[in-house]
């Protein structure tokens, strides 16, 4: 148990489960810092394993894959939700793995996180669980119209139907293969917001400032960040809420709650992520602890300081859809970036993905700026570059 406590040091080895983006991301940071990587994936071209110093080419669940892994590090984390919780316990039973298999196995589950949310006593859009034919028919009406989304493997909207009346509800659930479900009350947005939380081994939580975010076909699209992006009623009932979700979970790790903010005010928590998030890449170029070495901090003991935003920002995600030119199915060709990376306070992040695909989350650009209005004008301008 001493041993755990630890502090892990530079120069040891950091693993991490799950070889996207966001691996690729904290393999970055952990190298800056003079640390070792190591990630587990089966995809030869993962955009973390293509940067690693060690890449462990098998399934999250082999167990073989998982002994290597554990053998190779000093500790280990996570950057894709859906690596089973089975895997995250079976490393812990020989090393420090953060989050723990615990809280994944929550934020893997729309249901179990909802009511995570209720007994944290932090507010929810009106919902109900539907696993059998007898609480679909038990459906208040009230929740109509409604979004019904899978319990379980959704992301990016993936997994959600739109319902307006109970035959819809009945014809989606069906659609949906009669899997295990949330019934959400669909709620009259004003704005939608989140926060990274970052909270160590003793129980110390600091944050990253509230992003505002807006998506598209239910896809992150843009976050912006600066002194005054929402009102400091919502800002501070947000920090309350996120910093009360992870203390619920003893969750040692960063941890991005996202929300809704209703049209009359009203902060509804919506779901959380058990890793750092799309809405808090802007920390690289605008704070000076980024959610990336707030992970590695966690995982490793390191003191947590509390993060400052050091410059307005606005993060555009760059889909692959920008390699395409308009609807037809033409030969896809990289954006202009030496256009966008003439404008001022630009920082170009790609993801090293072979291939672009409508939808698929290719890079992002950071923007800073002296003011909010300067960035707003720099992001209006880089997204008409990009078309
Ligand atoms: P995902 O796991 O795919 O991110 P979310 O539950 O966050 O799923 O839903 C994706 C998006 O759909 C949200 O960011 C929001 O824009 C919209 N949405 C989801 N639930 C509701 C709701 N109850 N009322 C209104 N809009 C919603
Ligand atoms: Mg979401």
Not at 123 to 128: D, E, I, L, N
Not at 166 to 171: F, I, R, T, V, W
Not at 209 to 215: A, D, E, F, K
Not at 218 to 234: D, K, R, S, W
Request: glycine fraction near 10%; include cysteine.
């Amino acid at each position: 148990m001493n041993e755990r406590q630890t502090v892990i040091l530079p120069g040891a080895t950091l693993g991490v489960l799950g070889g996207g983006q966001l691996g690729r991301m904290f393999v970055h940071a952990a190298q800056a810092m003079g640390y070792f990587t190591a990630v587990l994936d089966e995809d030869a071209a993962s955009p973390a394993g293509l940067v690693s110093h060690h890449h462990i080419r098998t399934g999250y669940e082999d167990p073989q894959g998982l002994a290597t892994l554990a053998r190779a590090c000093a500790a280990v984390t996570t950057e894709f939700e859906n690596v089973p919780a089975a895997a995250l316990d079976t490393l812990a039973r020989s090393l420090p793995v953060s989050p723990a298999g615990s809280a994944v196995a929550i934020a893997q589950d729309r249901a179990r996180e909802k009511a995570h949310f209720v007994q944290c006593g932090v507010p929810v859009a009106p919902h109900a669980v539907i696993e059998t034919a007898a609480q679909l028919a038990a459906v208040p009406a009230d929740l109509l119209p409604g979004i019904l989304k899978t319990a379980r493997m959704g992301y990016d909207g993936k997994g959600q139907v739109r319902v307006a009346t109970p035959a819809e509800l009945a014809g989606a659930w069906e659609q949906l293969g009669r899997v295990p479900c949330v019934l959400e009350k669909m709620l009259p947005l004003a704005h939608e917001c989140s926060v990274i939380v970052a909270r160590g081994r003793d129980g110390t939580v600091v944050h990253l400032p509230v992003q505002r975010n807006l998506h598209r076909d239910g896809i992150l699209a843009v976050t912006e960040v600066y002194e005054g992006n929402l009102p400091p009623a919502q800002t501070s009932q947000a920090l309350v809420a996120a910093k009360s979700v992870a203390d619920g979970l003893n969750y040692v790790g960063v941890l991005c709650v996202e929300f809704f903010v209703l049209q009359d005010g009203t902060l509804v928590v919506n779901e959380i992520a058990p890793r750092p998030h799309n809405s808090g890449h802007y920390s690289q170029n605008a704070c000076d602890v980024s959610q990336f070495e707030l992970q590695v901090r966690c995982m490793t003991g390191l003191p947590l300081v509390q993060p400052r935003l050091h410059s307005p920002a606005i993060m555009l995600n760059l889909l692959g859809d920008l390699w395409f030119t308009g609807d037809q199915p033409v030969a896809p060709t990289p954006p202009a970036w030496d256009a966008v990376l003439a404008l001022p306070g630009c920082h170009l992040h790609l993801y090293g993905k072979v291939e672009a695909k409508r939808g698929r989350k290719m890079g992002h650009l950071n923007i800073t700026g002296a003011t909010p209005e300067a960035v707003r004008a720099t992001a209006l301008q880089a997204a008409a570059l990009l078309g």
